[in-house]
């Protein structure tokens, strides 16, 4: 059974940083590209970040660029979001999703919640 558990948000002051962290399970790791996702409360789900299955190849959408990190260790199958310089606005629930390169089949996992308020 696959199992992709999202860990690391929480309650975080404007200009912290969280580290958000992503186990997936039951699944052969370096065979799938490893997405963020957020979604804020009266939005739709965004992509944040995506990473390729080997690393090299790193995606984020414009509203976090040169404040997020997305990363991968294939050796312990886990994949990363590193947070800085939260601003409010990038309160949401944050999800992983992980996509298989052949068959495009794809996993989602339960978000964890990060918020960004003093």
């Known amino acids: 059974q696959v199992q992709l558990v999202a860990s690391g948000g929480g309650l975080v002051q404007p200009v912290g940083s969280l580290i958000l962290s992503c186990a997936p399970s039951g699944l052969p790791f370096t065979n799938y590209q490893m997405w963020w996702y957020r979604q804020a409360p009266g939005k739709e789900r965004e992509l944040v970040a995506a990473i390729s299955t080997g690393g090299r190849t790193l995606t984020y959408v414009d509203l976090v660029k040169g404040r997020f990190t997305i990363s991968r260790e294939n050796s312990n199958s886990t994949v990363y979001l590193q947070m800085t310089s939260l601003k409010p606005e990038d309160t949401a629930v944050y999800y992983c999703?992980?996509?298989?390169?052949?068959?495009?089949?794809?996993?989602w996992g339960h978000g964890t919640q990060v918020t960004v308020s003093s």
């Open positions: 999703n992980a996509l298989n390169i052949y068959s495009r089949v794809e996993y």
